[in-house]
């Protein structure tokens, strides 16, 4: 099936630093999620993203719904330990709410 | 809110053995229940569309026959792997959707299935 692009696929960083992952798609969606997924458990919805140019935040995370809707980015400020694991991208194109998943961005952070 | 639970969480089966998977929304009725499969270190792949009282509608390459999904109530789906043979070992997820006044979905912690 479709998968979104995501970049980067992995991310090496420091306790602290701060971190951007994006997702481009060539469909047009009509919301944008970002789940974080920790090993063998099921992915949690981070933020949800519903109209074009919507920058929301989730105490560290802050992502955007890009304009042209083809894409958006999601940041964590300060990094800690916790934040390690997958973090994927979704699209709703609005059919059936069917979504289409990113190739996912693993985080490792170091102390 | 929005607690979507599955059992079992794992699973070993002998090759040739049938397996249910059940998803249940804990807190709010699901109009829809979607099932992935994730193998190793690789995104989520929609297997199958639920809703409730109607047939499910299968993505590409997905067999129905294979892979049987019954949706009897508004809290309750399942996934039965029939006659299932060591290719089917994955990681099972379901989410569910149709919570009022969200379009988002919710998933459940996935279900191992390894088949011998």
């Known amino acids: 099936g479709q998968q979104l692009n995501q970049s980067p696929q992995s991310m090496f960083i420091q306790e602290g630093e701060d971190v951007s992952m994006n997702c481009t798609s060539s469909?047009?969606?009509?919301?944008w999620l970002w789940y974080k997924q920790d090993p063998g458990e099921g992915p949690v919805l981070l933020i949800a993203l519903y109209k074009a140019g919507e920058l929301t935040s989730n105490g560290r995370l802050t992502a955007q719904f890009g304009i042209t809707r083809k894409d958006s980015f999601l940041n964590i400020s300060a990094s800690i330990p916790s934040d390690v694991g997958i973090y994927f991208c979704a699209g709703d194109s609005g059919t059936a709410s069917k979504l289409t998943f990113g190739t996912g961005t693993r985080l490792q952070v170091t102390l | 809110g929005a607690v979507v639970s599955q059992h079992p969480s794992r699973v070993i089966c002998k090759s040739g053995t049938s397996v249910k998977i059940e998803c249940r929304s804990l807190?709010?009725?699901?109009?829809?229940m979607f099932w992935y499969r994730q193998f190793p270190k690789k995104s989520l792949m929609l297997m199958a569309t639920s809703n409730e009282g109607s047939k499910a509608t299968y993505e590409q390459g997905v067999e129905k026959d294979k892979f049987l999904i019954n949706h009897a109530s508004l809290t309750l789906s399942t996934l039965t792997v029939t006659s299932a043979h060591p290719e089917d070992s994955s990681f099972y997820i379901c989410s569910a959707g149709g919570l009022a006044g969200s379009d988002t979905q919710y998933f459940g912690p996935g279900t191992r299935l390894t088949v011998l």
């Open positions: 807190d709010f009725q699901a109009t829809t």
């Open positions: 469909s047009i969606f009509n919301t």
